[in-house]
């Protein structure tokens, strides 16, 4: 069966610090897809990265990147450099492939407060 | 582009009443999945269609139904409302599944009072 686990519940930061997002999932399927969505309050789920299992390469998008490690099963997401904008809850998913791929198993989520 | 559009925005309900609620994914994409978000329950699937065939269903009760229609719209139907139903509910469309990746809408926060 296919699990994410968010084990931060809650991370508040003062801006401009570092901060890391940790997401391990499960999965016994050899090809997955991985995602990072942001949910601001307004309540839209934002994309923000799409990652398929045998692209390991880690990514970076201005002060947003990815470490992805299938030794560990972890997808961790760090944002450098925070700001108050970045407050949000933020999700770690996982598709399948086949008829996996019609759903998002998601994380709980983090809820990430950026203080002035 | 416009984006994934979900009507209406919100909705108070009373119990034992039925629901509907609409999904209008972005042009030219034939897939649209449903979720529920909860606080105790965090984000789950309901269901997803493609070209007008239900192709995944998640464990919820029979009382969670939907459909897609030709242009691709999809409505979703919550019958005998309770009140944990109460939630925010989230379309989300992709070409073709999570190959391509799916875009969420804003959803429709659903109360049951």
């Known amino acids: 069966a296919q699990k994410v686990t968010q084990a931060q519940t809650e991370i508040s930061v003062v801006e401009k610090e570092d901060v890391t997002l940790d997401c391990v999932y499960e999965?016994?399927?050899?090809?997955?897809?991985l995602f990072w969505y942001k949910q601001p309050p307004s309540g839209e789920l934002v994309f923000l990265i799409r990652?398929?299992?045998?692209?390991?390469q880690n990514e970076i998008s201005g002060r947003y990147s990815w470490n992805f490690q299938k030794s560990t099963s972890s997808f961790n997401f760090t944002i450098t450099a925070s700001q108050v904008v970045d407050s949000a809850v933020y999700f770690c998913a996982l598709s399948e492939a086949g008829e996996g791929a019609q759903k998002l198993v998601f994380g709980q989520g983090t809820r990430l407060t950026i203080n002035p | 582009k416009a984006g994934v559009t979900q009507t209406p925005r919100y909705l108070i309900k009373t119990r034992g009443q039925q629901v509907t609620l609409s999904c209008s994914p972005i042009?030219?994409?034939?897939?649209v999945s449903w979720y529920q978000q909860t606080p105790g329950q965090g984000l789950q699937f309901l269901f997803e269609?493609?070209?007008?065939?239900?192709?995944n269903k998640g464990n919820f009760p029979g009382r969670f139904s939907g459909r897609q229609f030709s242009n691709s719209r999809s409505e979703m139907n919550v019958s005998t409302l309770e009140l944990g139903d109460s939630a925010l509910y989230l379309c989300?469309?992709?070409?073709?599944?999570?190959?391509?990746?799916?875009?969420f809408g804003s959803g429709t926060r659903l109360t049951v009072v």
């Open positions: 989300a469309s992709s070409l073709t599944d999570s190959r391509n990746g799916y875009t």
């Open positions: 990652r398929n299992s045998f692209d390991e």
């Open positions: 269609y493609f070209s007008e065939t239900q192709r």
């Open positions: 042009s030219g994409h034939r897939s």
């Open positions: 999965t016994r399927d050899t090809t997955y897809y």
